[in-house]
């Protein structure tokens, strides 16, 4: 059985950094709006929850949606 992580709020850094470790942390916060900005179904669902690239912190939501779209860190 597969194990389903749970991440819930916590700054746009942190969560780019999860995904890029290898990065430095601003690198990295630029590679996740790049890649939210790509990504036109989830920048809509983005931002039907609030969500604007200015934000530092996301909510639980934000980051279950980045998650479902672009997968595990």
């Known amino acids: 059985m597969e194990e389903t992580l749970y991440y819930g709020a916590m ?3 942190e969560l ?6 290898a990065l430095k ?3 990295a ?4 709006n790049k890649w939210i900005r790509i990504n036109e179904e989830l920048l809509h669902e983005l ?6 690239e200015r934000l530092s912190m996301l909510t639980t939501a ?9 997968g595990e860190p």
């Not at 780019?16 to 470790?21: I, R």
């Not at 931002?47 to 604007?52: L, P």
């Not at 934000?62 to 672009?70: A, D, P, S, T």
Request: glycine share 4%; hydrophobic share 40%.
């Open 16 to 21: 780019a950094v999860l995904y890029a470790p």
């Open 25 to 27: 942390p601003y690198i």
């Open 47 to 52: 931002t039907a929850h609030g969500y604007t």
């Open 11 to 13: 700054s746009k850094t």
């Open 62 to 70: 934000h980051v279950q949606l980045i998650v479902k779209y672009l």
């Open 29 to 32: 916060r630029r590679r996740l």
